[in-house]
């Protein structure tokens, strides 16, 4: 499908450049993940902990104040992937960070 092609976009009932029903598409496939405060997090921020997390299977609890480097977004609104030195495959509540 080139630029040029209208294409229908059922949701609104009209007829919309194949460019800009493909750049709609997108923006409503994109995840918001905010953290504590309300700030949008993206793939490679660094945050603050706001509170003591126990993390299961570990046998360690993450400090508040700990800062976590390098996050990565999943598809979930309320959840990061995140690394720290002892424990894989870390996933952290958005509610419990704040963005650095």
């Known amino acids: 499908m080139s630029d040029d092609d209208y ?12 460019s800009e029903l493909r750049a709609r598409q997108a923006m409503a496939d994109m995840v918001e993940v905010r953290d504590s405060v309300g ?7 660094q945050v603050t902990l706001i509170k003591d997390l126990e993390v299961k299977g570990a046998g360690q609890t993450l400090k508040r104040g700990t800062l976590i480097k390098s996050i990565r977004l999943t598809g979930d609104p309320q959840e990061i992937d995140c690394r720290y030195e002892g ?7 958005a509610e419990f960070v704040r963005k650095r």
Not at 8 to 15: A, V
Not at 39 to 45: C, I, R, Y
Request: aromatic residues 8%.
């Open 7 to 18: 294409v229908y976009d059922e949701e609104t009932g009209e007829w919309l450049p194949a």
């Open 39 to 45: 700030n949008l997090l993206a793939d490679g921020d």
């Open 87 to 93: 424990i894989k495959g870390l996933v952290l509540r």
